[in-house]
T-cell receptor
Framework: KAGVTQTPRYLIKTRGQQVTLSCSPI?????VSWYQQTPGQGLQFLFE???????NKGNFPGRFSGRQFSNSRSEMNVSTLELGDSALYLC???????????FGSGTRLTVV | QKEVEQNSGPLSVPEGAIASLNCTYS??????FFWYRQYSGKSPELIMF????GDKEDGRFTAQLNKASQYVSLLIRDSQPSDSATYLC??????????FGSGTQLTVLP
């Protein structure tokens, strides 16, 4: 059974640019969540999607957005990148509210 | 007060000892609780989940939950050097999102 797939694994962007990250959940999982992980702040919740609807949103500025497609694949977008957006972005999927999340390998974003 | 708090660590235990990791949470409506292990440079990996008060055992791992005290713990028996990692407590609160603690770094000394 394939796990959660995130692409790309690494990204280097310049301040002011925008970026789109992609996540394919485990087959059959309809819930997809996104987290930002930094050494200082730990794992911070960005948003959660379920059946193409955003169910929860964390305390991040509007520059951070996401969406989920009918096949449960999800994308997150960060516009007007700032240096502080440099982080590991993790996607996780779950079978609705049952059990825990399975994480992907993450996308390491560096903003220069 | 943070929503999910863990021992700041780092925690060091000798090989073969019991490692005890603790976590408290603030949302009384929380229903499910998870422990993740994260090796350096890797993504978090689910090792235990618990929904009911009491103990839940899985191999060398035991999760303990006390909802009245809003307290979750993870015991690792017969600790091995391969258990050295950061352990993250996660709580699914009344808003259903999964909130993580900042993690406790565990080192098992050979």
């Amino acid at each position: 059974k394939a796990g959660v797939t995130q692409t790309p694994r690494y990204l280097i962007k310049t301040r002011g640019q925008q970026v789109t990250l992609s996540c394919s959940p485990i087959s059959g999982h309809r819930s997809v969540s996104w987290y930002q992980q930094t050494p200082g702040q730990g794992l911070q919740f960005l948003f959660e999607y379920f059946s193409e609807t955003q169910r929860n949103k964390g305390n991040f500025p509007g520059r951070f957005s996401g969406r989920q497609f009918s096949n449960s694949r999800s994308e997150m977008n960060v516009s007007t990148l700032e240096l502080g957006d440099s982080a590991l972005y993790l996607c996780a999927s779950s079978l609705e509210d049952a059990g825990g999340y399975t994480f992907g390998s993450g996308t390491r974003l560096t903003v220069v | 007060q943070k929503e999910v708090e863990q021992n700041s660590g780092p925690l060091s235990v000798p090989e073969g000892a019991i490692a005890s990791l603790n976590c408290t949470y603030s949302d009384r409506g929380s229903q499910s609780f998870f422990w993740y292990r994260q090796y350096s440079g890797k993504s978090p990996e689910l090792i235990m989940f618990i929904y009911s008060n009491g103990d839940k055992e899985d191999g060398r791992f035991t999760a303990q939950l006390n909802k009245a005290s809003q307290y979750v713990s993870l015991l690792i028996r017969d600790s091995q050097p391969s258990d050295s990692a950061t352990y993250l407590c996660a709580v699914r609160g009344s808003a259903r999102q999964l909130t993580f603690g900042s993690g406790t770094q565990l080192t098992v000394l050979p």
